[in-house]
Every structure is written in C-alpha cells, then in structure tokens.
Nanobody, 116 residues
Framework: QVQVVESGGGLVQPGGSLRLSCTFSGFTFSDHAMHWFRQAPGKERELVAQITTSGSGIDYGDSMKGRCTISRDNAKNTVYLQMNSLKPEDTAVYHC?????????WGQGIQVTVSS
C-alpha cells in the first residue's frame, strides 16, 4: 500500500521561503522519477519541477524557474521542493508525484498561501 506523508506548506509573506517535502512508502522510491505540480484556483495544473531517479537530471517549469530547487534523498524516500522569493501568484495547492513508467503515485496536496 502506497503512502505519502507531506509537510512544509502554510502561509508565508511575499519574498519568503518554504520547503515542501513528500515521503513515500510502499514502492521502490529510487526507481521513480519525482515531480512537483501545482494548481491554483481556477487555473490548470502546471509542472513546477521534476527530477530523475538518480537526481542527475532536473527540469523546471517556467513559473518558478530560478526561484525553486527540487531535490531528493533516496535513502529517506523523500523529495523536496525549496521555494524562495515567493510571490502571491505562487499561491496554490502543490502536489508531489512519483512516476514509474506504468504507475503514478500522488500526494494529497499541500496548500501554500503567499500573502501579507
């Protein structure tokens, strides 16, 4: 049974930072590429960042490029998203996703609100 434990969301002021994390269990974490998506109210889901199984390949979506860093710790079955210089338009529900070629495992979503 796949389980996902998420943490790190909340309310932050513009210009602030947050680090999101997802810890997975129930499958071989190191065999899965990891992704972060986000979805704001009334908007389509968009890719924030993705990282390959070993961590050697990383790609960012345009929305947060230069302001976020994705990383993973295969020993801890955890993927991270460090977000800096946050803006109100970054307010969204952030989802982690593990992709293994034939299956996807999604986190429940982490609310991030950027507001003064």
């Amino acid at each position: 049974q796949v389980q996902v434990v998420e943490s790190g969301g909340g309310l932050v002021q513009p210009g602030g930072s947050l680090r999101l994390s997802c810890t997975f269990s129930g499958f071989t974490f190191s065999d899965h590429a990891m992704h972060w998506f986000r979805q704001a109210p009334g908007k389509e889901r968009e890719l924030v960042a993705q990282i390959t199984t070993s961590g050697s390949g990383i790609d960012y979506g345009d929305s947060m490029k230069g302001r976020c860093t994705i990383s993973r710790d295969n020993a801890k079955n955890t993927v991270y998203l460090q977000m800096n210089s946050l803006k109100p338009e970054d307010t969204a529900v952030y989802h982690c996703m593990a992709y293994g070629g034939k299956e996807e495992y999604w986190g429940q979503g982490i609310q991030v609100t950027v507001s003064s």
